[in-house]
């Protein structure tokens, strides 16, 4: 290594060299994989959890479902087929549109979301980490709006 190397302080590995694209990002997946752990007691994850939030109310079109989660067809009709496999969910047929996938919670879905909706957990895992959770919320809630392409922003 040469002696110039060594005077170059390492600003890759320290976060707050950073940019925050890659604060938030990174600051995302840990949270997400710290909830995929508390999840993973039921075979869930956090985009199987959602779906059963989004299947609460009653049945969904497995394509509105896809679309409300931001993913591809291919991607949703994966996690819903898990989620069947556990028996958290039902899919048929739609009786007016026999193309159309319904998929509706079961009564064991219901149970194992109710058991896993820890909302403490979910909130502590952010609140407990920074110094304004309100203002975060407040700030995370106006970025999602302006870049989301359903409200107008970028696509």
Do not use: C, K
């Amino acid at each position: 290594m040469a002696d110039d190397d060594a005077q170059v302080p390492d600003r890759m590995g320290d976060p707050a060299h950073w940019a925050t694209g890659r604060l938030l990002s990174t600051a995302a997946r840990l949270v997400e994989h710290a909830w995929d752990a508390h999840l993973a007691t039921w075979g869930l994850n956090h985009a199987s959890f959602a779906v059963l939030w989004m299947v609460e109310r009653g049945p969904l079109p497995q394509r509105s479902l896809a679309t409300s989660a931001s993913v591809q067809d291919q991607t949703m009709s994966r996690i819903v087929e898990r989620l069947q496999r556990l028996g958290y969910v039902e899919r048929a047929r739609g009786t007016d549109d026999r193309r159309q996938v319904l998929v509706s919670i079961t009564a064991e879905g219901r149970r194992v979301r109710g058991l896993a909706q820890d909302e403490r957990l979910a909130e502590g895992l952010v609140t407990d980490a920074v110094p304004d959770p309100a203002a975060l919320r407040r700030d995370l809630l106006a970025l999602v709006r302006q870049l989301s392409p359903r409200r107008g922003g970028p696509a």
